[in-house]
Structures are given as C-alpha cells and as structure tokens.
C-alpha cells in the first residue's frame, strides 16, 4: 500500500489520513485474503491486484493532476451520469467509496437508520472524510432514481457540492425530452469547470473511449458465460472485482489491461483451462449492486460450490450492455440524440412501466445456459425490492429456479446467507441428478 | 455407527444412529467457543463410520473431522421423510430462523422459504417475552390457549415487538393474552411464509424448538387451516437428517 506516499496530497484534500490509512489497510488485507488465495487465478489479474493496492493512491494522485489542468473530476452513485461527455472533457468520472460497513455508524448520526446502507455508507465516507475519491471531486453527481437519494443529495450538499440529474421515471415522450434537457445541462456543467465549450469532436472522442471499455467489459461478460463449454476461465469474485474498478480506473488504461485478460481468458477456454470444477451449478445475480469492497454474496457462493457467470446489476450487466451508436454522427444534437438512447434504454427499477429488464433476463437465462437465479437486493432498496415479485414471478412461470435474498454490508447474517444459498445449489443439483 | 452433528447457533445436537436406521445415540449441549473440540472429543471413543454436519456451525467442525456438510434445509428435508414418509411441507423454527420447506416425495426438496436476518418470528423472541412476562418457556407455551381475548402485536422488528408487550403489561392484560399476542405474530408470519408456496400441502411437519410448543402448533394450523403434526425429537431432527444422509452416502 503506498498511500503513505501521497500523504501530502491526501492532506491537502483534506481526507482524515490517519483513519483513512487504518481503512485502507483492512480493506487491502480483506483482499488479499480473499482475492490473492485464489488458486489458478489468470495472470493478467496482476494489474487488477496492483490497482488494488494503489486504489487511493496512485489513482487519487491522476485525478489531482486532472484537476490541476482544470479537466472535470466528477463522482458519481449511478450509470446514468453521462460519463462519456466527462472523459470527452478530459476529465474523470468515478464512482464513490459506498460499500463499507464502516462508515454507516457515522452516517447514522443525521440520516434515518431504515434507508439503503449504500447511500448510508457513502455519506459516512463524506463525514469521516475517509475516501479519497469523494474528497477529490469537484461535483458529486446525483440523481434522482430513488427517494432516498434525492432527498440525500440535499443533506449531502451541505458537505460537499453536489449537483443532481433529473432522471424520469417513465418513457414517455415528454420524459425523454426533459431527459435530453438535462443532457445538455450536465455538458454546460463540465463547460463550467474547464471554462472552455466542449466541441462536437470531444464529446465524440469520449464516446469512442467508452464505448471501447464497455466492449471489452462485454468480451468478458462472453468469456464468462457464452462460450458454450463447461469451461469458466476466471472466478466470480475476480471478474465482480473488474467490474466494481471499471468505475474507478483510467478507461483507456482499463480497457487495454482488460482486453489483455480476456486475451489470456479466450486462450484457457481453448485449454479447458476453467476455475471451476465440471458441472458446477451456473448463477446469474438480479438486482442492486455490489459497490466496492461488498463480495458477500460472491464469497457465499464460491464456497458453497456454486459459480456466478454474470451479474444483472448496476455493477454489472446492466451498466455495460449498450454503446452508443456513433457511426454516422456528424452533429451534436443528434449525438445528444444517440447518448439519451443509450441511457434511456437502461431497465433501472425506477422506471415504471420496467417489463424490458424481465425479458432481458429471461433471455440471460437461456443465452448464457444457466442452472438458477439469485435476486439479490440491498435492505430498503424498495424499487429493486418490490420488482422481486414481479421478477420472480416471470421466473416461476418459465420454471426457473430462484432465490431471494435481502442483506445489507453488516456481516451478522454471512452465515444464514450462506445456509440459504447452500440449500439453493442443493436442490438445484437434485434437478440436475433426476434430469439425468 | 453414522453420525450427523447439528452446530446451531444455541445449541449443538449429536445423534448417531446403526446401519438399521435406529437412533443409538443422542446428545444436547450448549454451542460454546471452540465446539469443534468438544465434539471431537465425543466423538473419540465412538466408532464413525460416516459423520455429516449441518448447521451454523458446520464448517467449522470440517476443519476439525474432514467430513462432508450439507445445508440444514437438506438435513430437515430427510428427518421429515424418515419420520413420516408422506410429508410434503417442513415448518422449522429455530432460535435465529425460521424455515418453511416444501417437500418432493423422495425426502429431497422442492423449494424453500428462510426469513430474512431479523428476530422478530424467531425462537429467540419467544424466549426474550417468556422472560419479560416472567414465565418459563413451558408455562409460556401453553398458557396461551386460556386467552379470553384475541390481541395483537402489530410490530415487524423484535426489539419494537418487546416494547409492544411492555405497554401490554402496563395496561393490565393477562398473561394468557399477551402470549397469545406474541405466539399469534409468529404464526402469522410463519403461514406467510408458507403460504407463498401457494400450498397444496397435507401433510405438514412441525420442527426445531418451536415443534415443543403446542400453543404455536395450534395457531399455525388454525392459520393454515390444516393439519400441523410435531416430529418427534424435534430439537435432533438436524442431525437425524444428517446421519440419516451419511448412512445413505456410505
């Protein structure tokens, strides 16, 4: 861990060195621990482990450069902040620390104890001014796709700046056209920080670098599930923990060091060369996301004999499934057009009427030859919660085995989660048997 | 000998049992600390031919006997078959959990539903009222069926419930009501469970802790509208299942 190296800087972001150390440390141990035990792990996972351990260092220190330059560096909660208009900016957009236990007791203190623990868990991190990506971001970008948040952001403001998206909760053509509004207003806002309008061919640029790591975050999704073999070439943890960095990293650093795995993956498909033993049940998981450090589900499943080959979550399927279609843009306003698409198309919880997201799922199951389902989703996550009946309900129609689970980052309840998911692959392994 | 060991999060159930399927051995202790040693020693003296553990506490003891684990939905599922062969729905309430099982007609399972970590339908609230209300656990069970008046615990968290039960004692209500108030929760919630199955089922075996109080057997069943019977030996049912499955395996 090399944060002692930045400690200077850190400090000027005004980030609780001390505190922030004895977290970083935990958190690191936490990941050898589980991570770096792997046996048979790919060897291009070396540079995910050495981001690992530079995650608030030398990362922090490129985004300060940024910053010195008067590029964006902007945090956000959700897939839904355009971070391609961001990177065409020259900036960064990250995702900010919220998945820790941590923090929430701090949290606590001004918020109410029955919200989501990850909006908890990332407004402690603002109050212990312990992450140094929140410490380094000139806007936090909100959006407005759960109650909670949006009233949050208002709390959060009082810390920190905060800006809010307004994201509709309905398709309609008069949603859309607000969306596109709003669009526009997030480019005016990177305008405001680099004091320069951001050109037709920027935005394009970063349309192009996005777009080139959400491909190889879906070379991976292939490599993991749609090869058509028993053979899984990298472990759930391992590929969960890409994706949960994918919001952190330099894209174009991040894109390249992935298209090497998957380089390395396609060749131990090839081998036969899979993590996991023959005919080990194949899970997907439905539902909230596991933000960064949260592998409790992962872990459960690992050791229960189980192999998770994608996740529909935000940190996730969902959030690298469409590109933006730029091949024949030669104006802004239709490349406005083209993003809200994009984004639009995103089958988030929030939206109502959501049917889009059941068949995409439903099509998962079958494409990707799956064994079972796990709707997973945070404590009082009520869209993602009360979409579990109707999710689930779909599922039972097509007979296709499901469990519901509802956690939150405190590790009290490993134990019962790892009963429930255990019993699960049992019963899906008895269906197996008598199929045979 | 076939053993199956149970590690719950209270108490730690051993039960061996001969290749006839009889039960030759049986044993309740309390789960302390390093419980992986205390079985092992009882176990030290014993002929195993096959052993399978279950429960909370179950990988643990792996790493003290290299044995296999299975869930304890699984071990469940096969104590109920061997106790009556026609079940097809387990209800078992532990001191932390509360299961609803339903069953295939080979002692493997359908499905299953589990509560969510939260204590309140649990064992463990029963006991804090019995304690609260200042009656042992057997007083606490079958005082119930004197209630002369039908209240309610409207609470879905434990601690928020105990505090409901502390303003039904500041208002004068009987023992016999507020037990009723407090087993009538359970039950309720313990019929939603099962009945997300949208249940066919007839056959239904009470286990766990919770199969030695008639009171909530006699709710659940009023509830359901059907016959709820106890297993017998319910505390061990986990461990049966379990040694009943390494006899099976061996």
């Known amino acids: 861990m090399s944060v002692h190296e930045h400690k200077k800087l850190l400090e000027e972001l005004g980030v609780d060195v001390e505190r922030h150390a004895k977290m970083m440390e935990m958190g690191y141990e936490g990941y050898k621990n589980q991570f770096m035990s792997q046996t048979n792990r790919p060897k291009a996972m070396e540079y995910f482990d050495w981001f690992m351990s530079e995650v608030q260092g030398q990362r922090i220190a490129e985004i300060n450069e940024l910053r010195k330059n008067k590029k964006p560096a902007i945090g956000a909660f959700c897939i839904f902040v355009p971070e391609e208009i961001i990177v065409g900016a020259g900036g960064a957009c990250f995702g900010l620390c919220g998945g820790s236990p941590a923090t929430i007791a701090d949290a606590e203190t001004e918020l109410p104890r029955n919200i989501c623990p990850l909006i908890k868990s990332a407004y402690g991190f603002k109050l212990q001014k312990t992450c140094a990506y929140t410490q380094s971001a000139d806007f936090i970008y909100g959006e407005t796709t759960c109650e909670a948040k949006k009233k949050t952001w208002e709390l959060l403001n009082k810390h920190h700046p905060v800006k809010v998206m307004n994201i509709p909760h309905m398709k309609r053509e008069k949603d859309l056209k607000m969306w596109k509004e709003e669009l526009s207003e997030f480019k005016e806002h990177m305008e405001e920080i680099t004091k320069k309008p951001l050109t037709f061919e920027e935005m394009k640029n970063g349309v192009k670098i996005v777009n080139e790591k959400r491909f190889a975050l879906q070379r991976l999704d292939r490599l993991r599930s749609m090869n058509g073999s028993d053979v899984i070439p990298i472990s759930a943890k391992d590929a969960l923990f890409i994706t949960q960095i994918s919001f952190l990293d330099d894209p174009i650093r991040f894109t390249q060091k992935l298209n090497d795995l998957c380089d390395e993956l396609e060749q131990r498909v090839k081998e036969n060369n899979s993590v996991y033993k023959k005919e080990t049940p194949r899970l997907m998981v439905l539902g909230t996301p596991f933000a960064l450090p949260n592998w409790k589900l992962h872990t459960a499943v690992e050791t229960s004999g189980g192999a998770i080959v994608n996740e529909e979550s935000c940190i996730g399927h969902r959030y690298y499934k469409d590109n933006v279609d730029i091949d024949e843009i030669k104006d802004e306003d239709s490349l406005m057009e083209k993003l809200l698409q994009k984004y639009s198309s995103v089958d988030c919880a929030c939206f109502t009427p959501n049917t889009p997201r059941i068949d995409k799922i439903l099509q998962m199951y079958k494409d990707r030859k799956l064994d079972g389902v796990i709707y997973y989703s945070l404590s009082f996550c009520h869209t993602y919660n009360v979409e579990a009946k109707l999710v689930t309900d779909a599922l039972e129609k097509e007979g296709i085995p499901a469990l519901v689970i509802e956690s939150d980052y405190s590790p009290e309840d490993a134990g019962q989660i790892k009963t429930r998911v255990e019993a699960f692959l049992e019963s899906i392994n008895f269906k197996k048997m008598k199929k045979n | 000998m076939y053993w199956g060991i149970d590690i719950g999060s209270t108490y730690t159930k051993i039960c061996g049992i001969d290749k006839n399927l009889n039960i030759i051995d ?126 309610s615990i409207s609470s879905m968290c434990a601690v928020f419930a105990e505090s409901e039960v502390v303003s039904l004692i500041s208002k004068k209500e009987s023992a016999a009501n507020i037990c009723y108030a407090v087993h009538d929760a359970i039950a309720s919630r313990i019929a939603s469970m099962a009945n997300k199955f949208a249940t066919t ?27 709820v019977t106890a297993s017998t030996q319910p505390q061990i049912s986990g461990a049966l299942g379990a040694a009943l499955i390494a006899c099976e395996i061996d």
Do not use: W
């Open chain 2, 26 to 151: 049986k044993e309740v202790i309390p789960t302390i600390i390093d419980q992986d040693e205390i079985v092992k020693k009882y176990l030290s003296n014993k002929e195993v031919k096959m052993l399978i553990s279950t429960g909370y506490g179950r990988d643990m003891i792996k790493d003290a006997l290299d044995f296999p684990t299975i869930s304890e939905i699984k071990a469940h599922s096969r104590a109920a078959y061997h106790f009556q062969n026609s079940a097809d729905m387990v209800i078992d309430l532990g001191g932390q959990d509360c299961k609803v099982i339903k069953l295939d007609s080979n002692g493997g399972f359908i499905d299953f539903k589990m509560n969510d970590k939260c204590a309140a339908g649990t064992g463990k609230f029963l006991e804090i009222t019995a304690n609260r209300i200042g009656l042992n656990y057997e007083e606490f069970s079958t005082i119930g069926f004197k209630a002369d008046k039908e209240l």
């Open chain 2, 201 to 227: 089922s007839e056959n239904i075996i009470f286990t766990g802790g919770g199969a030695l109080n008639p009171f909530l057997i006699h709710l659940v069943s009023k509830k359901l509208n059907k016959k």
